[in-house]
């Protein structure tokens, strides 16, 4: 499984609909300062279901969201949709390809759809379980994040082993199990 493309609408600096599409291996974004970069790693984290607005490096829910410039006006919402490959049958579906999308209002209603089809965000993360791929996996590695992976704790070191071995999977069905 790997990511294929990413179609960005009014997230932050994309005000038009842009779509990216990523070649199999290994991919640089290179561009000015400001130019966007950055804001496309935040868009692959807030998809993924990413709440924390510090994080997203804004100040409110909104921020996300196209602000306007002194010709263009703001913009009401906001979309985001992730094309994952899975001829590898990664995710255990009849597709070939995953597309994970949210859509928000400047409200801050959020809506998550898999392939199309409306869900919960707890929907997004169960799919992606043992894939690497959530918002707590290991695909984006942020500045700063191999100190904390250096200086973790051994839960959490074995945390991420347990993600990357596919087991998170059955620790999670055992623990929602126990809820119920
Ligand atoms: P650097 O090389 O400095 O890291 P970058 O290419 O990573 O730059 P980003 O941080 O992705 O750049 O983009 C910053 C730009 O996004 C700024 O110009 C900022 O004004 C714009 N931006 C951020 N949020 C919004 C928003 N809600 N509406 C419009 N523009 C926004
Ligand atoms: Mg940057």
């Known amino acids: 499984m790997y990511l294929k493309g990413i179609e960005i609408k009014g997230f932050k600096s994309f005000l038009d609909k842009t779509s990216i599409t990523f070649p199999k291996g290994m991919i640089s974004i290179v561009g000015p300062n400001g130019s966007g970069k950055s804001n496309i790693l935040d868009a692959i984290r807030w998809v993924l279901g990413e709440q924390s607005i510090k994080s997203l490096r804004g100040d409110k829910l909104e921020d996300v969201i196209f602000s306007g410039t002194q010709t263009r006006n703001a913009l009401g919402y906001c979309e985001v949709t992730l094309i994952l490959d899975n001829?590898?049958?990664k995710v255990d579906i009849d597709y070939t390809e995953l597309s994970i999308k949210?859509?928000?209002?400047?409200?801050?209603?959020?809506?998550f759809f898999i392939n199309g089809k409306k869900c919960r965000l707890k929907d997004i993360k169960e799919i992606l379980l043992d894939t690497g791929i959530g918002k707590e996996g290991y695909s984006i590695i942020s500045q700063g994040r191999v100190d904390e992976i250096i200086n973790s704790t051994g839960n959490q070191?074995?945390?991420?082993?347990?993600?990357a071995s596919g087991i998170t999977k059955?620790?999670?069905k055992k623990e929602e199990g126990e809820k119920n």
């Not at 070191?157 to 993600?163: F, G, N, P, S, V």
Request: glycine content about 4%; cysteine-free.
């Open 157 to 163: 070191k074995r945390a991420l082993l347990e993600e």
């Open 87 to 89: 001829e590898d049958k």
């Open 102 to 111: 949210r859509k928000a209002y400047r409200s801050g209603e959020s809506q």
């Open 170 to 172: 059955y620790r999670y």
